[in-house]
């Protein structure tokens, strides 16, 4: 009994003090290195950037070539709704 006796005091501290400073120190570690972005990572972030570029001009273009041609197409079309017609039967 002279071992738990001894052992109390010094696992009480650890428990108290060094346990949730050590857990809180690993955490913030751990978010710190999740945080930054790996080169491929950034690579992909940037392609997906360009890409999303390509096709916002893209779609001005068609637009643009749109409203040059049918100038009503912006308007809403007096169909029906897909859900509506799919519940008239």
């Known amino acids: 009994m002279q071992f738990w006796q001894f052992m109390f005091v010094p696992t009480i501290l650890f428990l108290v003090i ?5 857990i809180t120190m690993h955490y913030r570690s751990v978010n710190r290195s999740s945080q930054s972005l790996s080169a491929a990572d950034r690579q992909d972030l940037e392609d997906l950037l360009a890409t999303v570029d390509r096709l916002t001009e893209r779609i001005g273009a068609l637009e643009t070539i749109l409203d040059a041609d049918h100038s009503t197409w912006r308007k809403p079309s007096e169909r029906t709704p897909r859900n509506e017609e799919h519940n008239d039967e």
Not at 18 to 22: F, K
Request: charged fraction near 0%.
């Open 18 to 22: 060094v346990a949730p400073i050590w």
